[in-house]
């Protein structure tokens, strides 16, 4: 969903858009991929996909696109390597405690299901949030120091400012390898997007 920018520097949306439905934009960029996205997709094994996916757990285009992303990356088991990067708009008041349950979760082995549930939640509150990551094998203790611990929030704000650096304006917004879709995504653009990128990069 594309939002605006106040002068603080905070993420709004003016009310059209809250009810109008993302459209899908598509750009292929080349060989003129940002420095922080072509950092991350040399991380990736070979024959693999890297999907840098900035985004809001609350934002409804977020979810939606997550939705359409999930059984593809599950279809495709092993090449395809899903990055979050946190982009908690101001106009949700549950996304950066969603955010950091995320971050306090991503060394669990059940990483991906905190994610799935925390998008589909109804309830962002810090209470839910918790409940999810402990059923998901957080311990408790450990989970509420982590976030509670400014690196948790300095975490989440560096991924906000990479956002604002690729010249984000709106989430949600991802990398499939070299080509940007921006605005909410349809299940069919991205497996092309996915499939594509599959192709370039060979087998395993």
Known sequence: MKVARSASGAFFAPLALLVALASPVLVACGGSVPPAIRDELARAPRGTVTVVFFT??????????????????????????????HVPLHMHPDARTAARAAVCTESLPAREAVVDALYRAPDLGEAACEEIALEHGAERAAY???????????????????????GGDGVPMMFVDRTLLDGSQTRRTLETAID?????NGPI
């Open 56 to 85: 809001d757990f609350q934002c409804p285009f977020c979810r939606r696109t997550h939705a359409a992303l999930a059984p593809l990356v599950a279809e495709r088991e092993g090449r395809v390597r899903v990055v979050i990067r």
């Open 144 to 166: 509420q120091r982590c976030v509670a611990d400014p690196a948790t929030d300095a975490r989440i704000d560096s991924d906000t400012a990479m956002f604002r650096q690729l």
């Open 196 to 200: 594509e990128a599959l192709r370039r």
